[in-house]
């Protein structure tokens, strides 16, 4: 992270000092258009608009109540079969940068002509929370993102313990955790640093106070996590108690179509190479007695966990959009912290290191063998 | 007029008594049913072979995790007679799903009855499930629709199985606590009785009563399409309705009509080139991203609405709360009207699409 920025001071709200800050850069020519969050025409929801002309740039909300469609999901379906000729910036949420940084990695999203701008996050409400009060809840967060309050409780219960809400490698970042009617303007890149050269606008203020009191936030929630990762644990401790955990699963696979990751068109549990024949099935419920339907909840589950956990950036739209309410989120959050630690990895902090699956070591999880070698004298005991 | 098996117990225990033997005497080789996988009332679908563990099924559970044409579609061809118990409009998603090569009838006997709705996931999952599930049964001892089912079960005019082997009368049934009666609808069904010793007696359903639920349907219907009315031309009430998707595509997978593996709106059909985008942006100032909200919406009305059920699986799954199947149920009767055609009402009868008539539409090629 940058150590100075550019500081500015606004009278009428942040949201209008960002729409402002990037109506700027279109009137420049430093970028060609821009991909914001509008409210829908029923006023319901949000959606990614991509948009060229500096008026309806007016109409956007840079920092929205809600996460409706993750916005890596929405720089995938721009820019996955290559870059453009236009140079495009994108406000959004830390943990959408991040998964966009995933996402870069694997080679869904090319970053090359596009500008990524983010804030300290105040959080996002639960989509269906928003959904049925959603003038309401524009009045509230309003409120949320004025009164610089980042601990609200009406959040998703992932922001509540999201330590990432400020730190994410953006281009440009609006810092304003702890300030009064004003925001730093922090380029964090080389693109960032051109952007603010072509607005003349120099990066020479000292970041320290900001940077104590986003500390400050970070221990609150830091607090929050261990708490969490606390209950969770337990509740995904051992086959039984994963099983138990998603006794409710119906096997939608919604959890996987709105997590910015899983990114594979097909996903291999839904696919025919996963399916089991008519006689198999009933071969297996006759050897069992029973068997339950849909099949291979826990595979998916584990299976899910295995391909994108290193990857898992925490933003909750998995647990937003299961419907039958299961803490998803908290669990891959949970999960996802152990597989990154074991490879010293964070998801989306970094362009430039690689993802651990695609990195081999000759001498990598020597525990391992440790773990098979005990497993394998168990088992030779209880024969 | 039927043949039908009396048993003096309640339904639940009569249906049970009557699986046992069947189970037991190998003249089944299992029961798909609902059963109870917690002590808080939590049901899945099981494939049940063990008469013992027949102990758990709850064959009348006004819930739906699944839409049970899909299990049933996974484990037929049957080599050995199963038992399916299932809602009336799951055994009309499977006929359709027949249909489509999807499921086969093969030594599948159905079990169905008259069904009062099944509730919300999130209503029937929840810490109330016992009172909720009591409250439920004793409405439907009468001819009123539970006011917290889905609301396309509350407009729902099939709620009588059209092509069970075998029929219990559930919805309207005062007697559905005390007593017993399987109506066997089929030659199939009364092969299969012959061996249980029971009191057999001819008797037909009580038309005044379904006349009487059909009713109050038709009424529930019509408020239901009054409160989704187009009230704006075109694509504007689209937007309106579906501006909130968030393109997850859940209403699709757990859809029993939407079969294909592979939905063509996840293809590579639709990934667009940046320049194409670009290209739009030029002449449009906005685009939304991802795109295709609306046309995947209407892409599937296309597909499948004329086989539409109106199961309710699609709505209960919006994460966005969208009235998904209110609306499918809608459109998917308006289409299927134009073709005099009834989905799973009968499956030797062909899908429209997979016919043509020389007279088709004249009205459309004017």
């Not at chain 1, 003349?200 to 970070?218: F, R």
Request: negative net charge.
């Amino acid at each position: 992270m940058a150590n100075n920025g550019a500081k500015i001071s606004f009278k009428n709200g942040l949201q209008n000092q960002m729409r402002d800050f990037l109506k700027e850069c279109m009137k420049k020519g430093i970028f060609d258009a821009v991909v914001l969050p509008v409210r829908v025409p029923a006023n319901d929801s949000y959606a990614w608009i991509l948009m060229n002309d500096i008026s309806i740039v007016d109409q956007a909300n840079p920092i929205p109540p809600v996460m409706p469609v993750q916005g890596a999901k929405a720089l995938k379906s721009l820019t996955r079969k290559g870059d453009g000729i236009l140079k495009i910036a994108t406000i959004m949420k830390p943990c959408e940068i991040r998964a966009t940084i995933e996402l870069a990695k694997l080679s869904q999203v090319n970053l090359e002509n596009i500008t990524l701008i983010s804030y300290d996050c105040p959080g996002a409400i639960p989509m269906s929370i928003y959904n049925n009060l959603s003038d309401d809840m524009e009045i509230f967060y309003n409120d949320v993102v004025s009164e610089n309050n980042f601990v609200s409780e009406k959040m998703k219960e992932v922001c509540g313990f999201c330590v990432d809400f400020s730190d994410v490698p953006d281009d440009l970042h609006f810092g304003f955790t702890g300030l009064e009617n004003e925001v730093y303007i922090i380029p964090n890149t080389g693109k960032g640093n051109s952007v603010l050269e072509k607005l003349e606008m120099k990066s020479s203020e000292n970041l320290s106070q900001w940077k104590k009191n986003v500390a400050d936030i970070k221990k609150i929630k830091s607090k929050n996590r261990i708490d969490i990762y606390k209950q969770v644990q337990p509740t995904v401790d051992g086959l039984d108690n994963l099983q138990k955990t998603y006794e409710k699963c119906i096997g939608c696979h919604n959890c996987q179509s709105a997590c910015p990751i899983c990114y594979c068109r097909q996903c291999f549990f839904d696919s025919t190479a996963s399916e089991q024949s008519a006689n198999t099935l009933i071969d297996i419920a006759e050897k069992r007695g029973g068997i339950g339907f849909p099949r291979d909840k826990i595979m998916f589950q584990v299976g899910r966990m295995s391909h994108m956990s290193l990857s898992c950036v925490s933003c909750g739209q998995c647990m937003d959009a299961c419907p039958v309410n299961i803490p998803v989120a908290k669990i891959f959050s949970f999960v996802s912290s152990k597989t990154q630690n074991t490879f010293e990895y964070r998801a989306g902090f970094s362009g430039d290191e690689p993802i651990p699956l695609k990195v081999y070591k000759d001498d990598e999880l020597s525990k391992i063998h440790e773990i098979v070698k005990n497993a394998e004298s168990d088992g030779s005991e209880h024969e | 007029m039927s043949k039908v098996i009396k048993i003096d117990i309640n339904s639940k225990q009569g249906l049970l008594d009557f699986l046992e033997h069947l189970l037991s005497n190998n003249e089944i080789s299992g029961v798909m049913s609902l059963r109870k996988i917690n002590e808080n009332g939590i049901c899945d679908y099981g494939l049940i072979t063990e008469v013992d563990d027949l102990k758990s099924i709850e064959p009348f559970a006004p819930v739906m995790p699944v839409n049970a044409s899909h299990i049933l579609s996974s484990i037929t061809p049957a080599k050995k007679p199963i038992i399916a118990i299932i809602k009336p409009c799951e055994l009309r998603g499977f006929v359709e799903r027949v249909k489509r090569k999807q499921g086969s009838m093969k030594n599948i006997i159905t079990v169905s009855y008259t069904c009062g709705g099944v509730l919300p996931l999130n209503t029937f999952q929840s810490d109330d499930n016992e009172k909720i599930v009591s409250e439920y049964f004793e409405t439907i001892k009468g001819t009123d629709t539970p006011e917290n089912v889905r609301p396309v079960c509350k407009a729902c005019e099939h709620f009588i199985p059209m092509t069970a082997d075998i029929t219990i009368s559930v919805f309207g049934n005062k007697d559905f606590n005390s007593k017993s009666c399987l109506m066997m609808n089929t030659e199939q069904a009364i092969k299969l009785s012959k061996s249980y010793k029971c009191e057999i007696v001819e008797k037909k359903m009580d038309d005044k009563l379904m006349d009487e639920i059909l009713k109050k349907r038709k009424a529930g219907k019509e408020k239901l399409y009054k409160e989704i009315a187009i009230t704006k031309d075109g694509l504007d009430e689209f937007v309106d309705i579906f501006g909130k998707c968030i393109g997850c595509h859940g209403c699709s997978r757990v859809c029993p009509i939407c079969y294909c593996t592979l939905c063509d709106f996840e293809s590579s059909n639709y990934d667009y080139k940046v320049d194409l985008i670009e290209n739009e942006l030029s002449q449009k100032d906005g685009l939304r991203l991802p795109p295709d909200t609306i046309f995947f919406q209407l892409g599937r009305l296309n597909h499948m609405s004329f086989s539409c059920i109106g199961c309710g699986q699609c709505e209960d799954v919006c994460p966005a709360g969208i009235p998904v199947s209110s609306i499918f149920k809608k459109v998917g009767e308006s289409t299927a009207e134009l073709f005099d055609y009834i989905p799973g009402k009968d499956v030797e009868e062909i899908i429209p699409v997979m016919m043509i008539k020389e007279q088709e539409f004249p009205e459309v090629g004017e």
